[in-house]
């Protein structure tokens, strides 16, 4: 058995920016790129099409945003900017740790999470210190923008079996969204939802081998 955890909403709460084309903006700006006069709309506009189930990552859309205004920024300039933007206040939820601490004991852990920011799921593990080399962090850590697949789809949930070197069939993925982390118990691994086990309860569940 391994035990695979959602990120935001699940293990931390975390601060979002109540208008992100004004944060990437502002950050855009910082590192001296020329934000176009009619920014909002850009950001808000779809720029390529993905295939269903695919993520789109935020760096690529904000150059094809830049770009659809004739604004051309450095890859590295815009992933920099993106991240700042999106990188908040983050607070570890109750039972969060007891609930890693407790899932090593029964195996591997990783973290499944979707996120279209690249680094931004590190960056926040690294600022709660649940990151891979804290104490009870996860051995491994999958996302959907490095994944190239957003939960529910079916790949995102494959590849964090592989990372752990397990079937499907022996991943327990916990989460708080029944229509995201739901996928993987569409899948043939086991789903827990937050609604259905506080987390809280997870690591005493988890002792007693009744979580699923």
Do not use: Q
């Not at 709460?13 to 790129?33: C, F, I, Q």
């Not at 099409?49 to 300039?77: C, M």
């Not at 009870?136 to 079916?154: F, I, N």
Request: hydrophobic share 40%; net charge negative.
């Amino acid at each position: 058995m391994a035990v695979s955890f959602d990120l935001f909403g699940t293990l931390v709460d975390a601060d979002k920016p109540a208008a992100p084309w004004d944060a990437v903006a502002d950050a855009l700006a910082e590192r001296g790129v020329r934000v176009p006069s009619d920014w909002e709309a850009a950001y808000r506009s779809a720029h390529r099409e993905y295939e269903r189930g695919r993520e789109a990552p935020l760096d690529e859309h904000v150059r094809l945003a830049l770009g659809s205004r004739g604004v051309e920024a450095g890859p590295e300039t815009v992933s920099e900017a993106v991240l700042a933007a999106f990188d908040a206040p983050v607070s570890v939820r109750p039972g969060a740790r007891e609930a890693l601490a407790a899932a090593h004991e029964r195996g591997p852990v990783a973290v499944c999470s979707n996120c279209s920011v690249p680094g931004l799921v590190e960056r926040t593990l690294a600022r709660a210190d649940l990151g891979p080399d804290s104490d009870d962090g996860p051995a491994a850590v999958v996302t959907s923008v490095d994944c190239g697949w957003r939960k529910p789809h079916e790949r995102i949930f494959e590849r964090t079996a592989e990372t752990l070197g397990i079937s499907l069939t022996e991943l327990v993925h916990v989460g708080d969204d029944a229509r995201t982390d739901g996928g993987a118990g569409r899948v043939g691994a086991t789903t827990v939802l937050l609604d259905d086990v506080p987390l809280t309860r997870v690591a005493s569940r988890l002792r007693e081998g009744t979580l699923c």
